[in-house]
C-alpha cells in the first residue's frame, strides 16, 4: 500500500531560521511526488512537483529535493507570510490519477 | 472566475437534511476530482472524473452521490449524512486522461458540518 509521512508535525521557527520538513514515501513505482501549501480555511495551493530522485526545484525561499525514499522541503529565510501546513503527496505508477496525501506539517514562524 | 471555484464555502446540515455541493473549474481541465479533508488526517480521494465518466469511486458511502454533467462542472449530492461526515470537502481538476504526471489544481473547499 501507497504511503506518504510528513515530520515533524509542527515546526515553530524565528523569522530567519532555516529548516528542513521531512517527507517519506513508499510507493510501488513514483510517477510524482507534489507539494502543496495550504493556509487555514483554504484549499492546498500548489508548489512543485518531482519526478525521479536528484530532482530538485525552488520558488522564491523554497526548495524541494527528491531521493528515491524522502523529499524534503528547505525553507531558507522564512518570513512569518511563510507560515501555513505544508502537504507532500505522491502518485504511484499504478494509481492512476490517485494522490495519497501525508498528514501535513504545520510551520509557524514568528516575527 | 479564474482557477477552482466551489460553493458553498460554509454550510450547516441536519441529518435528513438533502443538500448539493458544486464545483467549477476555469482552467480547460478535463479531470475533476473530489476529497475529504477531515481534522487530524490525510486528504483523501473520493472521486474522480475523467471527460465526465466517473473513473473512480474510493470506497464512498452511497449517501455521498457525485454528479458531473460536463468537464467543467462536478456537484456532490448529500442525503442522510452523519455527524462524522463533517469536514472540508475539497475539489480539484488536472488535465486529464491521467497518463502522465497531472498537477491537481484545487478549489477553496465547503466546510461541512452535520449536525
Known amino acids: 500500500e501507497d504511503q506518504v509521512t510528513q515530520s515533524p508535525e509542527a515546526l515553530r521557527l524565528q523569522e530567519g531560521e532555516s529548516s528542513s520538513l521531512n517527507c517519506s514515501y513508499t510507493v510501488s513505482g513514483l510517477r510524482g511526488l507534489f507539494w502543496y501549501r495550504q493556509d487555514p480555511g483554504k484549499g492546498p495551493e500548489f508548489l512543485f512537483t518531482?519526478?525521479?530522485a536528484g530532482e530538485e526545484k525552488e520558488k522564491e525561499r523554497l526548495k524541494a529535493t527528491l531521493t528515491k525514499k524522502e523529499s524534503f522541503l528547505h525553507i531558507t529565510a522564512p518570513k512569518p507570510e511563510d507560515s501555513a501546513t505544508y502537504l507532500c503527496?505522491?502518485?504511484?505508477?499504478?494509481?492512476?490519477?490517485?494522490?495519497?496525501f501525508g498528514q501535513g506539517t504545520r510551520l509557524t514562524i514568528n516575527p | 472566475e479564474t482557477g477552482v471555484t466551489q460553493t458553498p464555502r460554509h454550510l450547516v446540515m441536519g441529518m435528513t437534511n438533502k443538500k448539493s455541493l458544486k464545483c467549477e473549474q476555469h482552467l480547460g481541465h478535463n479531470a475533476m476530482y473530489w476529497y475529504k479533508q477531515s481534522a487530524k488526517k490525510p486528504l483523501e480521494l473520493m472521486f474522480v472524473y475523467n471527460f465526465k465518466e466517473q473513473t473512480e469511486n474510493n470506497s464512498v458511502p452511497s449517501r455521498f452521490s457525485p454528479e458531473c454533467p460536463n468537464s467543467s462542472h462536478l456537484f456532490l449530492h448529500l442525503h442522510t449524512l452523519q455527524p462524522e461526515d463533517s469536514a472540508l470537502y475539497l475539489c480539484?481538476?488536472?488535465?486529464?486522461?491521467?497518463?502522465?504526471?497531472?498537477?491537481?489544481?484545487f478549489g477553496p473547499g465547503t466546510r461541512l458540518l452535520v449536525l
Open positions: 480539484a481538476s488536472s488535465q486529464g486522461a491521467g497518463g502522465g504526471q497531472e498537477t491537481q489544481y
Open positions: 503527496a505522491v502518485q504511484a505508477v499504478q494509481g492512476a490519477q490517485k494522490l495519497v
Open positions: 518531482l519526478y525521479s
